[in-house]
Antibody, heavy 120, light 107 residues
Framework: EVQLLESGGDLVQPGGGSLRLSCAASGFTFSICAMNWVRQAPGKALEWVASISGSADATYYADSVKGRFTISRDNSENTLYLQMNNLRVEDTAVYYC????????????WGQGTLVTVSS | EVVLTQSPATLSLSPGERATLSCRASQSVSNYLAWFQQKPGQAPRLLVHGASYRATGVPARFSGTGSGTDFTLTISSLEPEDFAIYYCQQRSNWPLTFGGGTKVEFK
C-alpha cells in the first residue's frame, strides 16, 4: 500500500526543547521523490516547512524555521526526518509528511500527521 | 514571497448548489497552482494540479480554471461530502505558499 506514516510528535517545553520527527514511506520508489514537511497550527491554514530532493542534494526551508529545523532522509530505510531544535510556542502544530509527484511536482500523497505541542 | 488570497473565507450553500472559490496570487505563478480539500481531523487531499487537471479519483464535478494570478475552483453541484475547507497552493516560487482557505459550510 502506498502510504506515509509519521511519528515522533510529543509535548516539549519552549526555549531550547528539541524533537525529531520521522516519516516511514512505503509502496513507492522513495528515492526518486522530493519529500516535504507541511504543518498546520490549531485552527489555522497549512504552512510549508521544508523540502528535500530525492538524492538529498538540495534542501529548502521556510524563513520561520531556517536555522532551527533540519530536513533529512535515509533512502536505504525509506524514511524522512525533521530535526526540530530551539522549539517555540508558535511551532505547535500537526506536522504532515508529504510527497511531491514526479520529482518537484505537486503534493500528491500526505501522511496522517503527528502533533507537536510546545508548551510549559 | 507569493501571497495567495482566497475568497470568500466562508461559503454557505446547500447540497446541489454550485460553489465558486477564488484564489488570487500576488504575482504570476503561471499554472503552478493546486487545490486541496481538507475535512475535520483529516489530512489534506489533492484535488486539482496544474490549475486545471483533476487528480486521480477526483469527481468530475470539481473543476479548476485560471492562470497567472487568478484562479477558480468550481464544484458544479455540491454533494454532502464536499462540505470542507479548500486551500490553494503555489509551487512556482520558493517559499511554497498556501492560501488562507475557504470553508464551504451547510447553509
Amino acid at each position: 500500500e502506498v502510504q506515509l506514516l509519521e511519528s515522533g510528535g510529543d509535548l516539549v517545553q519552549p526555549g531550547g526543547g528539541s524533537l525529531r520527527l520521522s516519516c516511514a514511506a512505503s509502496g513507492f520508489t522513495f528515492s526518486i521523490c522530493a519529500m516535504n514537511w507541511v504543518r498546520q497550527a490549531p485552527g489555522k491554514a497549512l504552512e510549508w516547512v521544508a523540502s528535500i530532493s530525492g538524492s538529498a542534494d538540495a534542501t529548502y526551508y521556510a524563513d520561520s524555521v531556517k536555522g532551527r529545523f533540519t530536513i533529512s532522509r535515509d533512502n536505504s530505510e525509506n524514511t524522512l526526518y525533521l530535526q526540530m531544535n530551539n522549539l517555540r510556542v508558535e511551532d505547535t502544530a500537526v506536522y504532515y509528511c508529504v510527497r511531491r509527484s514526479g520529482g518537484w511536482g505537486d503534493f500528491d500523497l500526505w501522511g496522517q500527521g503527528t502533533l507537536v505541542t510546545v508548551s510549559s | 514571497e507569493v501571497v495567495l488570497t482566497q475568497s470568500p473565507a466562508t461559503l454557505s450553500l446547500s447540497p446541489g448548489e454550485r460553489a465558486t472559490l477564488s484564489c488570487r496570487a500576488s504575482q504570476s505563478v503561471s499554472n503552478y497552482l493546486a487545490w486541496f480539500q481538507q475535512k475535520p481531523g483529516q489530512a489534506p487531499r489533492l484535488l486539482v494540479h496544474g490549475a486545471s487537471y483533476r487528480a486521480t479519483g477526483v469527481p468530475a464535478r470539481f473543476s479548476g480554471t485560471g492562470s497567472g494570478t487568478d484562479f477558480t475552483l468550481t464544484i458544479s453541484s455540491l454533494e454532502p461530502e464536499d462540505f470542507a475547507i479548500y486551500y490553494c497552493q503555489q509551487r512556482s516560487n520558493w517559499p511554497l505558499t498556501f492560501g488562507g482557505g475557504t470553508k464551504v459550510e451547510f447553509k
